[in-house]
């Protein structure tokens, strides 16, 4: 089991992945752990560098996405923050980010259909309740990205799929329609430049919150392989499910053990967790390099 991250500063937030340490009243640590979560369940075995690599990649669209939409990002330091003693515990895993009030949906943008929405478009022609054309293949590129929204369940709980109606009802239709469209020109803005690098990001989630001022801003993590579904786009084709560069591997695993999905999950294999950090690995390799 991997071995908690204890600071002196006081932690305000353990999610499935990130814990959150306060700074002061408007700036927070926030740190990424090995831990990862399946099927919304936290996994007992740790995966081997996985809080570097994800705080590496996200660190690296918040840059290159900062052009579209404000971002959480400070300007200071962990070293700043942390004391010297304390701060290899940290290093490569934190940064320091704003306070903001979290927009109450998770902002989830699909560009092609496989998965929970490919279940559903099989037995309505819908995906979230949205219509698309008949006679799509399994993974195949949708006319153009489509914005389903999700609740923003506790750790533990199950996100679940909103119509953009009941996004709106739950925090407004103006903040709705600008979550909606600023999260499709982030996803169109990395999917050109993924594409770069031989990568298709089929789907992501954006996590959004607004700042003492009502701006809207990029928050959490973003483009990572926990948050997003990535491709190689040479052994992409419809009507497969191609191989990813995310924890789907893992999640294989764990569905080839006829695992309920409660908790607490099978114990994973060393085997299995390296294998899933060198996919994390590899799409930080991919792009970045």
């Known amino acids: ?154 750790v533990g709980d199950h996100d679940e799929n909103i119509s953009f109606a009941q996004c709106e009802a739950i925090i407004g239709a103006e903040l709705a329609a600008k979550v909606r469209d600023t999260a499709i020109k982030l996803y169109t803005t990395a999917v050109e430049y993924a594409a770069t690098r031989g990568i298709i990001i089929a789907d992501t989630k954006f996590e959004f919150g607004l700042d003492e001022d009502g701006t809207l801003t990029l928050m959490d993590e973003v483009l990572t392989p926990d948050s997003s579904r990535f491709w190689p786009a040479d052994s992409y084709a419809e009507g497969s499910n191609p191989p990813s560069f995310d924890k789907q591997f893992v999640r294989d695993w764990l569905e080839s053990t006829g695992w309920n999905k409660q908790a607490p999950a099978p114990a994973v294999p060393a085997d299995v967790a390296q294998k899933t950090a060198d996919k994390y690995r590899e799409a930080l390799t991919r792009l970045t390099a």
């Not at 009030?101 to 559903?120: L, N, Q, T």
Request: proline share 6%; glycine share 8%.
């Open 1 to 154: 089991m991997s071995t908690p991250i204890t600071l002196s500063l006081k932690k305000i937030y353990s999610g499935k992945v990130r814990d959150l340490y306060e700074i002061d009243d408007k700036r927070m640590l926030m740190v990424a752990t090995d831990r990862l979560s399946a099927f919304d369940v936290i996994l007992e075995q740790p995966i081997p560098e996985k809080g570097k690599i994800l705080t590496a990649i996200s660190n690296f669209w918040f840059d290159k996405l900062a052009g579209v939409v404000p971002n959480h990002f400070t300007g200071d330091k962990v070293e700043d923050v942390v004391s010297a003693a304390e701060l290899p515990l940290v290093e490569g895993r934190a940064v320091v980010a704003k306070r903001l009030k979290p927009v109450a949906v998770e902002a989830i943008v699909r560009g092609y259909i496989v998965g929970s929405g490919w279940k559903e478009y099989q037995k309505s022609g819908t995906v979230c309740g949205i219509a698309l054309p008949a006679g799509l293949k399994e993974a195949a590129k949708l006319p153009q990205p489509i914005f389903t929204p999700s609740t923003k369940a506790a």
